[in-house]
């Protein structure tokens, strides 16, 4: 059984930095791409970032560049998102999803883990 | 940048079909999903490669793809189909996710 399960989440203030983590299970990790997705409160769905099963590659959102990071690191099957800069638009609840192929960039998120809660205010 | 539009509500009554429509410039070129999320919970995939329903979803569930529109239809709405709905795809080159707005289906 695929199991996804986020830490790292909490109340930070503007300007700060947070690390999530996805642990992942279930499934060969290392064959698949990895995504964030996050949902501010009340909102949509807005992808963040995506990371190649390998690591090699690596996606961002315009609205993340420059201040979010995504790695992996496969001997843990742990999935990792490194937040710096946090402004109180990235509050939001931080989804890591199982992408459905090697390559990142593409979506197809058949596995979803809970989520956790990012609140970025001071 | 690249963007999926959706209506952001659609209303039926039980046993009706919705139709919820997703337009996008490359959605000729790239696969398109389908995510139902109920308040409080993850999202769950209905839809994938435009068309094909994963196990455990219902068959009432289905979707179809014309040029630059995907639609998700839901024969025989039941309660509880009530929920919002994302259509979600990839820009042409593949490098970038994107989700459609969403749209809310209620169920009179």
């Known amino acids: 059984e695929v199991q996804l399960v986020e830490s790292g989440g909490g109340l930070v203030q503007p300007g700060g930095s947070l690390r999530l983590s996805c642990a992942a299970s279930?499934?060969?990790?290392?064959?698949?791409?990895m995504s964030w997705v996050r949902q501010a409160p009340g909102k949509g769905l807005e992808w963040v970032s995506a990371?190649?099963?390998?690591?090699?590659?690596?996606y961002y959102a315009d609205s993340v560049k420059g201040r979010f990071t995504i790695s992996r690191d496969n001997s843990k099957n742990t999935l990792y998102l490194q937040m710096n800069s946090l402004r109180a638009e990235d509050t939001a609840v931080y989804y890591c999803?199982?992408?459905?192929?090697?390559?990142?960039?593409?979506?197809?998120?058949?596995?979803w883990g809970q989520g956790t809660l990012v609140t970025v205010s001071s | 940048s690249y963007e999926l539009t959706q209506p952001p509500s659609v209303s039926v009554s039980p046993g009706q079909t919705a139709r919820i429509t997703c337009s996008g410039d490359?959605?000729?070129?790239?696969?398109a999903y389908w995510y139902q999320q109920k308040p409080g919970q993850a999202p769950v995939l209905v839809i994938y490669?435009?068309?094909e329903r994963p196990s455990g979803i219902p068959e009432r569930f289905s979707g179809s793809s014309s040029g630059t529109t995907v639609t998700l239809t839901i024969s025989g709405v039941q309660a509880e189909d009530e929920a919002d709905y994302y259509c979600?795809?990839?820009?042409?080159?593949?490098?970038?996710?994107?989700f459609g707005g969403g749209t809310k289906l209620t169920v009179l």
């Open positions: 990371i190649s099963g390998s690591g090699g590659s690596t």
């Open positions: 999803a199982k992408d459905g192929r090697g390559t990142g960039g593409y979506g197809d998120y058949a596995y």
């Open positions: 490359a959605l000729p070129k790239q696969y």
């Open positions: 490669k435009d068309s």
């Open positions: 979600q795809s990839a820009d042409s080159s593949g490098t970038c996710v994107v």
């Open positions: 279930g499934f060969t990790f290392s064959s698949y791409a």
